[in-house]
């Protein structure tokens, strides 16, 4: 038997959508419900009470809003709104993503399941497509899916068998650079677990914690890795100076990118040998951290002038874990994961630069407890910096432009929502690089503070002070 043309009844087709939310048939009677028992004075109180209660939050802590309430009911608008009925239909329609039935005549069109806005400017869809339609019909028509959403860009990616994710990024939330990071005053406004380098997509101060955390930051060329070394530098200026902070530095570039600070410096490698030396001495001070803290009995060090905390941080990452001499890259990748295990208690910490963040280029990547992702050149890259599933959850890396105006800006997966954040981190200028060097370079340990005086002999206790004296008077006078 032929098929039927006829299409199912529109009747049917609102039965099977309540069917599938039942949540939005339950709303209309529990509505008549509260009505008749409560009475509609009653009822119009509480819901202006309700809405009185979420705008008082929205105004009055904008922080727990924004992480618990404002993804939730951007959602649920923008679905509405946006993502559903005519206006959706005419989106993709103009943007030839609909089929017509051949059996029945009626237009087909993806359909979209899912909407999740975790961040103001971000929007997540999964979508399912017309039977028939595969990514690639998506990726073709992403120019013009932009200009119709009224969107700064558009990337899809295939989630499962006729279902694909579309991420929708409304808006650039960063049109301009970002001041360098502020040195603080004192030690004493310093916080290595909340280094303030930057802001986020919702107004908030970026912040990078340091002390107990082992830290990778991808980029591309340009990306602005440079902000994220000198920022945090400058952000804990003040301990460097008073010594409760000791950076070893290996510049893997030939000491191009770190020269200006070298002042700051407890050691420096600019070279494969050297640095090998580098991290030979780093993994020798935490094991002996360890034994002190055996010694002491105590399981976390703390952070005195005795026991500074301790910070490695190496640019270009896979010259020493990929590309150096094969024997070398074995030594290194061996001490960097004994160091990247042992080290949090120790107080020892590592920060990694690197382009590319496979592991055959960084085979100790899991090791390091917090990655972020600047810009990168494939969408690869995104997953493999920040977990699985980053990129379709909102964290567009590869579609950050590579040119200077960008730089800087990149995503950092929240610990606690688990999704991806926007940010942009400080330029930091070679006049402030100096400006660092100058305020923050570390004192020795007994300067002298009315600056050097005469030398004097050292007196001989062979004759009677008294006498030495005199004589020495009537010689002079002589």
């Known amino acids: 038997m032929r098929g039927s043309t006829r299409p199912t009844g529109q009747e049917i087709r609102v039965v099977v959508w309540l069917l599938r939310h039942p949540a939005w048939a339950l709303v209309p009677v529990f509505g008549l419900w509260a009505v008749v028992v409560w009475g509609a004075t009653a009822v119009l109180s509480g819901l202006g009470g309700l809405v009185g ?94 200009d119709a959403l009224g969107a ?14 579309v991420i929708v990024e409304r808006q650039m939330p960063f049109a301009r650079a970002l001041d360098a990071p502020a040195i603080p005053s004192t030690s004493a406004d310093v916080d290595l677990r909340a280094l303030d380098v930057g802001d986020t997509e919702y107004g908030q101060p970026f912040l990078i914690r340091i002390q107990g955390k082992q830290v990778l930051v991808v980029g591309g060329s340009g990306a602005g890795k440079g902000s994220l070394l000198w920022g945090p530098l400058r952000a804990m200026g003040p301990m460097i100076r008073d010594g409760l902070v000791r950076v070893w ?24 040998d050297d640095a090998l030396a580098v991290l030979t001495d780093f993994r020798d001070s935490m094991v002996a951290r360890q034994a002190w803290m055996r010694e002491q009995k105590v399981r976390q060090a703390p952070i005195t002038a005795d ?9 270009e990452l896979a ?6 001499d094969r024997s070398g890259v074995r030594q290194a990748l061996a001490l960097l994961a004994e160091i990247l295990t042992q080290a949090r208690a120790a107080g020892h910490s590592v920060i990694g630069y690197v382009q590319e963040p496979s592991k055959d280029v960084v085979d100790v990547r899991e090791l ?66 100096d400006e660092l060097a100058a305020r923050c370079a570390p004192r020795p340990a007994h300067e002298p503070d009315d600056g050097p005086g005469d030398v004097l002999p050292f007196p001989h206790p062979d004759h009677d002070t008294d006498s030495d004296t005199g004589e020495a008077g009537e010689e002079h006078a002589s």
Not at 307 to 315: G, Q
Request: include cysteine.
């Open 152 to 165: 700064h860009q558009v990337a899809v990616s295939r989630t499962r068998p006729g279902v694909v994710t």
């Open 319 to 324: 010259m020493l874990t990929a590309y150096g």
């Open 249 to 272: 530095m290996i510049d893997l570039k030939g000491g191009t990118e770190t020269d200006r600070g070298e002042p700051l410096f407890h050691r420096w490698a600019t070279t494969f």
């Open 368 to 433: 390091f407890t917090t990655r972020i992702c600047l810009g990168v050149t494939a969408a690869s890259h995104v997953d493999m910096a920040l977990g699985d599933g980053a990129r379709d959850r909102g964290a567009l890396a590869d579609q950050i432009p590579g040119d200077e105006a960008h730089a800087g800006i990149g995503f950092v997966i929240d610990p606690t929502t688990r999704l991806p954040v926007r940010f942009r981190a400080g330029w930091v200028t070679d006049t402030e690089i």
């Open 307 to 315: 026991t500074p905390y301790e910070l490695l941080m190496i640019d």
């Open 53 to 146: 209660a979420v705008v008082v939050w929205w105004r009055a802590h904008p922080a727990s809003f924004d992480r618990w309430a404002a993804p939730r009911v951007r959602s649920v608008w923008r679905r509405w709104t946006v993502y559903r009925g005519r206006r959706w239909r005419g989106v993709v329609e103009d943007c030839e993503l609909t089929r017509d039935n051949r059996r029945t005549g009626e237009l087909l069109y993806p359909r979209v399941l899912r909407v999740r806005s975790a961040t103001p400017s971000i929007d997540t869809l999964t979508v399912r497509v017309v039977r028939g339609q595969d990514p690639a019909a998506f990726t073709e028509r992403l120019p013009a899916l932009a």
